[in-house]
């Protein structure tokens, strides 16, 4: 069945008693596909009849369906067309792990960081209204765990202003964003359930007393107080939003009866839809941790996920905990990713000192101001992609009081298969702004326990320590200390020709082109900085007599290190050309992470090549025009 659908029309033709069989061929293509190379499975196994109904009640594309966060909207893909394919779902050519606007009409929003869908909904409804577009309507299917944001009410609370705007709110209810979902607003959601009593009464005070005004509107101000203990749905109402609810969202027939209700009403509306995490495959369910939320490849029978071998995260969360038990300082905030970034073992040990904030960055940066403010040295783990949302928090809040907190960007420079939204590509750039921040970047795991240990060592302002994704990179030990500095390869020169400054796990890759460069001829030292803001001053004197300077980062070219070294050396009047090697400032498209950074000329050979060019024309006589 699943593959005679080409868009939602289709959806709509088939017969009610037809949809259980569509829901389970598309768990069962879930489940095949993500066991094969992995994907977001748990999100999506919850939301399959609130999918189809979705999409058999509003007019995808006229009526927009924005997904938060994006990882949710593989059911989506499904029903519009994109079934024949799917199973190369995140891989280099075929479907994105998200929604994309290169794909299909369908997909207007590329949603992939969180609570940001109600703001897209707003402004889309604002304008259809302005348009005279009256028999459209903006839906947004937004998670629990995104209404931990703070953006998402503050768009609430815009939405709620405007009594006749056709805004759709299906709130995904599974009680999870990775993890459980945190805090009072998840406990009040859990305790939404159907309760008739709040009704019947009030049905009652108007049957028996709506002809006494005074007295019926004395009791009718008790209808707050009644509906808070009753029916909290009241935290909606309050807004001025319309509330319907709470619905089995595995109930297609009522969960398509909630929304011809909610789109007839023409105003904002809340639908509030109570979903399992990983339905209809066990070993999803019974997953504790995350229910599978994003697992790697798996056997399809146990649900039991490939090896992955050591990965930076584990060096990372190894580390902290062994500061843990050396420092009653020490304390961890994550933001709705507690296992992702490898706070797990931490929390376990220490669940006193452990705070989860949901999936709020910009409160995480704040609150740990105010953690080191009261005596204690904050670690933020964040993916590095998701810090670009509390950057005034971090500049403002942390720096500008020089406070001892430590953010671990995980995640950092190309992360590949998740596409443009994820690669943590711009951290180096808007970070090199912050006044008396320190930036560490670790080559190796051996490095990643010192730099983070050097880290919380520091007492008088912020500090940032960025790692990638993926397996640990091999341990490369330094030949000798320059400052601050590693040296990693001597050229065996007196004057070497080019200085390569290989910036984290970049400096696997300076050291692959240093060999290669020396078969041309061309003599090269390699040394790490460990250390990127502030550059050790040492730097300029390596820099000094050499032919080229290669700067080599996983970071955007643009305002990263490769433009502080040169700064660095213009202020310092060293004269000598510097060549920066890094990402192009665009999004790129997803692929594996050594795809991309192969694509993008950071291997080996590829600086190899373009450095031994470089040198060229600077060996080459000048000719003057006659």
């Known amino acids: 069945m699943l593959g005679s659908i080409r868009g939602p029309h289709d959806v709509k033709r088939l017969a009610a008693g037809e949809l259980p069989r569509l829901a389970g061929e598309i768990r069962d293509l879930l489940v095949d596909s993500c066991a094969r190379f992995g994907g977001h499975l748990g999100p999506n196994l919850g939301v399959v009849e609130l999918t189809i109904a979705v999409h058999r009640v509003f007019d995808s594309p006229r009526d927009p369906i924005i997904w938060d966060t994006g990882h949710q909207a593989y059911v989506h893909k499904l029903l519009t067309g994109r079934a024949a394919g799917f199973e190369a779902l995140k891989q280099e050519g075929g479907l994105s792990g998200y929604p994309s606007q290169a794909e299909s009409e369908h997909d207007f929003v590329e949603n992939s960081h969180a609570s940001t869908a109600l703001s897209y909904a707003d402004g889309l409804a604002k304008a259809f209204k302005l348009r005279g577009e009256r028999d459209r309507t903006a839906v947004a299917v937004i998670g629990d765990g995104a209404l931990t944001g703070g953006m998402a009410w503050e768009a609430l609370n815009n939405i709620a202003a405007v009594k006749d705007l056709p805004v759709v709110i299906v709130v995904n209810d599974n009680g999870r964003s990775y993890s459980p979902t945190i805090g009072g607003l998840a406990s009040h959601l859990s305790s939404l359930r159907v309760d008739r009593r709040y009704e019947d009464m009030l049905e009652f005070v108007k049957d028996k007393l709506g002809n006494v005004p005074v007295l019926y509107d004395a009791l009718h101000g008790l209808k707050k107080g009644v509906k808070d203990v009753i029916a909290p749905q009241v935290m909606f109402e309050d807004l001025g939003l319309k509330y319907v609810g709470p619905i089995d969202g595995h109930d297609e027939q009522a969960m398509e009866a909630a929304l011809r209700k909610a789109r007839g009403f023409r105003g904002p509306v809340i639908v509030h839809a109570l979903t399992q995490k ?7 369910e019974n997953h504790d941790e995350d229910q599978f939320h994003s697992p790697g490849a798996f056997d399809r029978a146990t649900g039991a ?127 090199q702004v912050v006044p008396g921040l320190r930036i560490a970047v670790p080559r190796d795991g051996e490095r990643l326990t010192e730099l983070l240990r050097e880290s919380v060592a520091v007492t008088d302002g912020p500090t940032v320590l960025r790692f990638p994704k993926g397996p640990v990179a091999e341990t490369v030990e330094p030949v000798r200390k320059l400052g601050a500095m590693d040296v990693l390869r001597e050229s065996g020169a007196d004057d070497p020709d080019v200085l390569l400054v290989g910036v984290g796990p970049m400096a696997h890759a300076c050291l692959e082109a240093a060999t290669l460069l020396d078969a041309q001829g061309i003599t090269a030292t390699v040394v790490d900085p460990r250390w990127v803001k502030p550059l050790d001053e040492a730097l300029i004197g390596a820099a000094t007599g050499r032919r080229l300077v290669a700067v080599v980062e996983d970071n955007g070219r643009v305002g990263g290190v490769g433009d502080a070294v040169s700064r660095l050396l213009r202020d310092a009047d060293v004269d000598v050309p510097v060549r920066n090697f890094g990402i192009p400032q665009r999004f790129l498209d997803h692929a594996k992470r050594a795809a991309i950074l192969g694509r993008v000329g950071l291997t080996g050979q590829d600086l190899a090549r373009q450095i031994t060019e470089a040198v060229a024309r600077r060996s080459s006589p000048v000719v003057s025009p006659s």
């Open 278 to 284: 990983g339905r209809g495959y066990s070993p999803a």
């Open 305 to 431: 996920e490939k090896p992955k071998g050591r990965i930076w995260t584990d060096v990372f969360s190894d580390e902290l905990v062994r500061l843990g038990k050396e420092r009653d300082d020490v304390v961890a905030i994550t933001a709705a990713m507690l296992h992702p970034t490898g706070l797990a073992r931490f929390a376990d040990a220490f669940p006193d000192r452990t705070y989860d904030v949901g999936i709020a960055e910009q409160h995480a940066l704040t609150s740990a101001a105010g953690l080191a403010m009261g005596g204690l040295h904050p670690v933020v783990a964040v993916y590095a992609t998701f810090l670009n949302r509390a950057f005034d928090q971090l500049l403002m809040d942390v720096a500008l009081h020089r406070l001892p907190v430590t953010v671990a960007l995980d995640r950092a420079g190309v992360t590949g298969d998740d596409g443009a939204s994820h690669n943590g590509m711009w951290d180096l750039s808007i970070l």
